[in-house]
């Protein structure tokens, strides 16, 4: 009787571990996680384009993207300086209306990029860094742009050390632009001092010169020289190092 309670036992037993395994089998398979690209935080930076839209820059374009930790971008957009502000929250990016720009022309090839560019930044809606370092700027009907980080701020120490590396804001509407001999600058006075942003939109403090009378003020920082002219009439003229100084003419205001 023992025996037979015993075999009775072993069958049962062998009977649910058969339909716990079949039970098993047929339990649908969770699917294994889908790999990501990890990214890092975008930081005010300076970043250069490398494809636009998939492209490569034309010949003679230059594209710069300069992310402040004041809120503004700014940059080269192919053939122009451009400014804007902006908003970023993780990886969603918005600039704000109206995006500010110089009006030089440049060739066809170039402008047309340029349109391109400014029209995908100015519908952004992601901004993101994958671990190749690149950032990927895309707009809302899917066009993207693809910049490397270049690191350092493109003016002197001195600026770098006090800016911690990071581009100054590109200027307002209310700077002067204007051009002197192939340079055009974007200039403004203010507290003693003028503020130069150069072609490139890199940004100098020129200290006035104290002690100074007559019709004209110079700011100098012995690389660089601004000459503000009062009389007979307004105007600037400017140098680098011991060049002799070129007559600017103003472009807007």
Partial sequence: MKCGLWMVTVLMATGCAAET??????????????????????????????????????????????LGVDGRIGGRSGCNNFSARYALNGTAFTVHPPMIGTKMACPEAVMAQEATFRAVLETATTASVGADGKLKVTSSDGRMLRFANTGAWESGAAENAATGGIAPPMPVPSHIVMRCGAEQLRVRLVDEQAEVILDDGSATMLPRLA??????????????????QTSPQHGFRFARGRMALMPCILAQN
């Avoid at 039970?23 to 384009?49: E, H, N």
């Avoid at 007559?214 to 920082?221: F, K, L, S």
């Fill in 211 to 228: 002690g100074e009378t007559g019709a004209a003020e110079t700011y100098t920082n012995g690389r660089m020289t601004l000459e503000r």
């Fill in 21 to 66: 395994q079949r039970q098993d089998a047929a339990a649908p398979v969770a699917p294994a996680a889908a790999a990501t690209t990890p990214t890092s935080p975008v930081t005010p930076a300076m970043w250069a384009l490398e494809t636009i839209v998939g492209e490569t820059p034309a010949p003679g374009a230059r594209f710069q993207l300069k």
